[in-house]
């Protein structure tokens, strides 16, 4: 074993090193072109590694290898890569700087970004830093948007921010899609397409993405020291050239290395991802099957069953097939047309999580909705929103929201300013050393008014009339002078 291998397994916990042992055996090039500092995040789909250069440990740089789950499916690993190809690396977008592959495992090598984490400056942000992530979070999700894919899991943890730097970058877009209003035009005029296994799938994914440079280029331009330059066919610079992500659909099935990786990784975590994401996917994915929910949803106003505007649900709705709409990310991030399944959504669902990290930066409350699932997360939305208006925008989307009691909205400034001046529920994390206390106090005892009308404009529940990040970024709260 090289020496760096072993200095790095002293200071490492025995799990994460097994872990990394094992992508070094599953993924050669890994280990012949990268020495693993630690970890530093794991997601449903994959884990994230902190690395250097291993033949040039002069070459200060370092990179972020996500390692991708296996059994993940092509498609989705095609569409992650895809964005990060096309959308990123401006526009606070974090760019790729290679992608390495064995057999099904995938590694993607994008550039380190070290930041903070949200729980430990929520609390100590002034106004004008407030300002300054909104701003900097919606011209990501402006260039997201251009080409018209939804990144669908917007929230702190996939929006890095570095304080020292005051530098931003947008991660993970690995539940990233086009807007399906616009995937259905392109799909009528595509022609039959046949299925392929995982590995040919994949293979020809990455033959297509040839584009990306290998590892040895990489070596190569940072002995250089020269900027890495990345070649893509579509100009970065032009929003309109945007990116066709893969609409085939098939049960993914396990190959013999895939196997192999899960038993030879004994955590149970493991095991149990490997199993969820043979799961029957929907047409992006993901798993699809949920249980019948109590908030009646059915399409239009005349219903003729038993249990409509019941309590309960009858036998006949039981029956009924479940609808089929997107509803990957995180519940308390959800928009009401992810939560009421609304199929044709847009990139409008971003907007509102955005919102929903602005509430909790005007609050000073991580995380503001903590919903278990989807209903209620509904229950939450129209607790804070009003019942009524919610009803309102389900039926612009032909929905239908039932809910008892019928909450009245709350005037989110009162609630803002009251949580915000309560004491701060995530103390653990709280240091006071950084804080100009006066600053501090004089920025928050009087939050502009043109800050709410923003969060209402991005916390809009008809997504219809929900504000775009581009129209975000001329609004009052970022263009007056304070
Ligand atoms: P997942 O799909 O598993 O959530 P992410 O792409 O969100 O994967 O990465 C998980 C975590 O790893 C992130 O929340 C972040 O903390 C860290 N991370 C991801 N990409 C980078 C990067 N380029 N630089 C630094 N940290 C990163
Ligand atoms: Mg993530
Ligand atoms: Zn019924």
């Given at each position: 074993m090289p020496l760096n291998m072993s200095l790095a397994?002293?200071?490492?916990?025995?799990?994460?090193?097994?872990?990394?042992?094992?992508?070094?055996?599953?993924?050669?090039?890994?280990?012949?072109?990268?020495?693993?500092?630690?970890?530093?995040?794991?997601?449903?789909?994959?884990?994230?590694?902190?690395?250097?250069?291993?033949?040039?440990?002069?070459?200060?740089?370092?990179f972020a290898l996500k390692h991708i789950i296996p059994t993940s499916h092509p498609t989705r690993i095609e569409g992650e890569l895809r964005c990060l190809q096309q959308i990123g690396g401006c526009e606070n977008v974090i760019g790729v700087e290679l992608c390495i592959r064995n057999k099904d495992h995938v590694v993607i090598?994008?550039?380190?970004?070290?930041?903070?984490?949200?729980?430990?400056?929520?609390?100590?942000?002034?106004?004008?830093?407030?300002?300054?992530?909104?701003?900097?979070?919606?011209?990501?999700?402006?260039?997201?948007?251009?080409?018209?894919?939804?990144?669908?899991?917007?929230?702190?943890?996939?929006?890095?921010?570095?304080?020292?730097?005051?530098?931003?970058?947008?991660?993970?877009?690995?539940?990233?899609?086009?807007?399906?209003?616009?995937?259905?035009?392109?799909?009528?005029?595509?022609?039959?397409?046949?299925?392929?296994?995982?590995?040919?799938?994949?293979?020809?994914?990455?033959?297509?993405?040839?584009?990306?440079?290998?590892?040895?280029?990489?070596?190569?331009?940072?002995?250089?020291?020269?900027?890495?330059?990345?070649?893509?066919?579509?100009?970065?610079?032009?929003?309109?050239?945007?990116?066709?992500?893969?609409?085939?659909?098939?049960?993914?099935?396990?190959?013999?290395?895939?196997?192999?990786?899960t038993k030879r990784m004994k955590s149970p975590r493991r095991l149990l991802l490997s199993k969820r994401t043979l799961m029957i996917k929907d047409e992006h994915g993901l798993p699809t099957k949920t249980r019948p929910s109590t908030s009646s949803t059915k399409p239009g106003v005349g219903c003729t069953c038993q249990c409509f505007n019941q309590p309960m649900i009858c036998r006949m709705c039981m029956a009924r097939a479940n609808q089929i709409a997107p509803r990957a990310g995180t519940p308390g991030f959800r928009s009401p047309e992810v939560l009421l399944k609304c199929p044709d959504q847009s990139t409008a669902v971003d907007i509102w999580s955005a919102g929903v990290i602005f509430l909790s930066l005007l609050s000073g409350r991580y995380p503001f909705f903590r919903a278990v699932d989807d209903v209620t997360a509904l229950a939450q939305i129209a607790t804070i929103m009003g019942s009524d208006p919610l009803k309102t925008a389900a039926k612009s989307f032909g929905k239908q929201f039932m809910c008892s009691p019928n909450p009245q909205p709350v005037d989110l400034r009162t609630l803002c300013h009251k949580l915000r001046s309560a004491p701060p529920?995530?103390?653990?994390?709280?240091?006071?050393?950084?804080?100009?206390?006066?600053?501090?106090?004089?920025?928050?005892?009087?939050?502009?008014?043109?800050?709410?009308?923003?969060?209402?404009?991005?916390?809009?529940?008809?997504?219809?009339?929900?504000?775009?990040?581009?129209?975000?970024?001329?609004?009052?709260?970022?263009?007056?002078?304070?």
């Open positions: 397994s002293k200071t490492l916990p025995i799990d994460v090193q097994e872990e990394i042992d094992c992508l070094y055996e599953f993924v050669p090039e890994v280990s012949q072109h990268f020495r693993i500092i630690e970890k530093i995040g794991e997601g449903t789909f994959s884990s994230v590694f902190r690395a250097k250069l291993k033949c040039h440990p002069q070459v200060e740089e370092q090598v994008m550039p380190y970004f070290a930041h903070d984490y949200f729980q430990d400056y929520i609390q100590e942000m002034t106004l004008s830093e407030v300002r300054e992530y909104m701003r900097n979070l919606l011209i990501a999700l402006r260039r997201v948007h251009q080409f018209d894919i939804i990144h669908r899991d917007v929230k702190p943890t996939n929006f890095l921010y570095n304080r020292t730097t005051k530098r931003f970058a947008l991660v993970d877009f690995g539940l990233a899609h086009e807007a399906p209003v616009l995937k259905k035009i392109k799909q009528s005029s595509k022609t039959v397409q046949k299925d392929l296994n995982d590995t040919d799938e994949l293979k020809k994914v990455l033959r297509d993405m040839g584009n990306i440079p290998s590892v040895s280029s990489l070596s190569q331009s940072v002995k250089k020291e020269t900027p890495i330059k990345k070649e893509t066919p579509l100009s970065k610079a032009d929003p309109k050239s945007k990116p066709v992500l893969a609409t085939k659909q098939y049960t993914p099935s396990p190959t013999l290395d895939s196997l192999a990786f529920r995530i103390g653990k994390h709280h240091s006071s050393k950084t804080l100009n206390k006066e600053n501090f106090t004089r920025s928050w005892t009087n939050i502009p008014k043109s800050a709410f009308d923003l969060l209402h404009r991005l916390l809009d529940l008809n997504p219809g009339t929900r504000i775009t990040a581009e129209e975000a970024l001329e609004e009052a709260f970022f263009t007056e002078c304070i």
